[in-house]
Nanobody
Framework: QVQLVESGGGLVQAGGSLRLSCVAS????????MAWYRQPPGKERELVAQ???????NYGSSVKGRFAISRDNAKNTAYLQMNSLNAEDTAVYYC???????????????WGQGTQVTVSS
């Protein structure tokens, strides 16, 4: 099993910044992709940012130029630096990792419990 622990959420004023962290632990062979999703109140979950094992990144259109995803492979950790936050960024943010549990087989997705980010206007 893989466990994900998220941290860094909280309340911030519009225009401010936050940094989220997601640490993966447990028994697995390799982490392929790491990503952040978010679910605003009353809306569906959406991709915020994704980074693969080679460092290639992909961002949701609403966060491009403001958010930056990174990862530390040695620490099995993903980060999301969020700048110029606005009220529309208010959501529960979820960490997602796609791992190979063993050297053979197909990747498996795991999700964190979520961390609340609230931006006051």
């Amino acid at each position: 099993q893989v466990q994900l622990v998220e941290s860094g959420g909280g309340l911030v004023q519009a225009g401010g910044s936050l940094r989220l962290s997601c640490v993966a632990s447990g028994r697995f062979y390799n982490i392929n992709a790491m990503a952040w999703y978010r679910q605003p109140p009353g809306k569906e979950r959406e991709l915020v940012a994704q980074i693969n094992s080679g460092g290639t990144t992909n961002y949701g259109s609403s966060v491009k130029g403001r958010f930056a995803i990174s990862r530390d492979n040695a620490k099995n950790t993903a980060y999301l630096q969020m700048n110029s936050l606005n009220a529309e960024d208010t959501a529960v943010y979820y960490c997602n990792v796609r791992v190979l549990v063993s050297s053979v087989g197909r990747p498996t997705d795991y999700w964190g419990q979520g961390t609340q980010v609230t931006v006051s206007s």
